[in-house]
């Protein structure tokens, strides 16, 4: 199985302030496509986690442009640019070019 | 658009078989494949398994020796069957529609069911 890390576990964020998350994966993510399958989701308290980046960098429809993902291979990056009090809950990455899929073991965000 | 909602006991015994359902609203089930996800209270997010419209599955390793995913394109549902469920399968589960039609590989998840909360306990 491709072994999916995160870090940090946990970040308390001053609105307004950035925040980054690492996700980094135990096999490339690159398929011979020249697509690399990695996405973040947001588990907001209490419902289904939803998409936010896809194949590393692209904005799902209706995601603010505060996100940003990058990163290639088997190292990534969710950046928030300036963090609001709507962005609370469990961030995930997620691999997809090889089964099983395999979840990052998410980062908790929280507004200080 | 596509809504997924999951349905079920709440409750199984350990030992017994876990089975829940997912009905698609807002579109069809065909073309697409479909998948099962868990996860535990206050922990992450577990894969389970898919099926794609036509019937064809892959389990995760992990639970594949348990796991039986089904589908009634009929019905417009699939369905989830884990046996000699113990504590450790406590756990929301959801069921998610793959973005890409007719591809296992490359997909996101999307649109996710609300999830169900199925306890396993005497």
């Known amino acids: 199985d491709i072994v999916m890390t995160q870090t940090p576990l946990s970040l308390s964020v001053t609105p307004g302030q950035p925040a980054s998350i690492s996700c980094k994966s135990s096999?490339?993510?690159?398929?011979?496509?020249?697509?690399?399958?990695l996405y973040w989701y947001l588990q907001k308290p209490g419902q289904p986690p939803q998409l936010l980046i896809y194949e590393v960098s692209n904005r799902f429809s209706g995601v603010p442009d505060r996100f940003s993902g990058s990163g290639s291979g088997t190292d990534f990056t969710l950046k928030i640019s300036r963090v609001e009090a709507e962005d609370v809950g469990v961030y995930y990455c997620?691999?997809?070019?090889?089964?099983?899929?395999?979840f990052g073991q998410g980062t908790k965000l929280e507004i200080k | 658009q596509v809504q997924l909602q999951e349905s079920g006991p709440g409750l199984v015994k350990p030992s017994e078989t876990l089975s829940l359902t997912c009905t698609v609203s807002g579109g069809s089930i065909s073309s697409y494949y479909w998948s099962w996800i868990r996860q535990p209270p206050g922990k992450g997010l577990e894969w389970i398994g898919y099926i794609y419209y036509s019937g064809s599955t892959n389990y995760n390793p992990s639970l594949k020796s348990r796991v039986t995913i089904s589908v009634d394109t009929s019905k417009n549902q699939f369905s989830l069957k884990l046996s000699s469920v113990t504590a450790a399968d406590t756990a929301v589960y959801y069921c998610?529609?793959?973005?890409?039609?007719?591809?296992?590989?490359?997909?996101?998840?999307?649109?996710w069911g609300q999830g169900t909360l199925v306890t396993v306990s005497s």
């Open positions: 998610a529609r793959h973005s890409r039609i007719a591809a296992a590989l490359g997909n996101w998840f999307d649109p």
């Open positions: 096999q490339s993510l690159l398929h011979s496509d020249g697509k690399t399958y």
């Open positions: 997620m691999q997809s070019i090889q089964l099983p899929y395999t």
